[in-house]
């Protein structure tokens, strides 16, 4: 079966500090993975895509980036993080078992004090 | 204008209750709709899948797909507690790129 993993969970960090989330997904090959972040009330803002090793699309100028190292894994970083980043951070993945839908993992809560 | 729009509640309805959650949207292109239920502090989990119009069904749930209205729905039948969440309505053109709804609070009275 198809499984996508993130974490940590939950991440207190201070501002200024880095920031490093995982995204990693199971039972299936060269998939479309994503990341977004979800705020209360305001639904999914989708932060990055990628199709393939390497290849990063972002929707949005902001404080974070992505990369792709590996077909199953997609990593999303910061150098400093800002108050703003707080919030619902979400993995997805479209391609798995050639479904034409997108699947979530469980979400990492990042909170920047 | 948003691509999707969905009501957000918040809903609440008793035990038993039918209950209708709704999605307008804009481009006519989009082939592709999906309902998702998301449990606090959850990842959206995907409910129902429909490719271009008409109607599924799922045990309890219904989804149904109106283009010429651009128009979709969710139908929950003998709502339970257990289906207290939030229900993100989404959509996409290629599969590629999809676009969400920002969700509508359920609350499911015993």
């Known amino acids: 079966s198809q499984t996508i993993h993130q974490w940590p969970a939950t991440l207190v960090q201070p501002v200024g500090s880095p920031l490093s989330l995982e995204c990693t997904v199971e039972g299936t090959s060269n998939p479309n993975l994503y990341w977004y972040r979800q705020a209360a009330g305001r639904g999914l803002q989708l932060l990055f895509y990628s199709v393939g090793i390497g290849q990063i699309s972002s929707e949005v100028p902001q404080n974070l980036s992505a990369s792709r190292p590996q077909d199953r894994q997609f990593i999303l970083s910061s150098k400093k993080l800002l108050l703003s980043d707080s919030g619902f951070y979400l993995c997805a993945s479209w391609g798995l078992a050639g479904a034409e839908t997108q699947y979530f993992g469980p979400g990492t809560r990042l909170l920047v004090l | 204008q948003k691509e999707v729009e969905q009501d957000p509640g918040p809903l609440s309805v008793p035990e038993g209750a039918i209950v209708s959650l709704n999605c307008t949207y804009s481009?006519?292109?989009?082939?592709?709709f999906m309902w998702y239920r998301q449990y606090s502090r959850k990842g959206p989990e995907l409910l129902m899948y429909?490719?271009?119009?008409g109607n599924k069904e799922d045990g309890r749930f219904t989804a149904q797909v109106d283009k010429s209205s651009k128009y979709i729905s969710l139908f929950i039948r003998d709502s339970q507690p257990s289906d207290s969440a939030t229900y993100l309505c989404a959509m996409s053109l290629t599969g590629n790129q999809f676009y969400f709804g920002t969700g509508t609070s359920l609350t499911v009275i015993p």
């Open positions: 481009n006519s292109a989009f082939q592709y």
């Open positions: 429909t490719y271009s119009s």
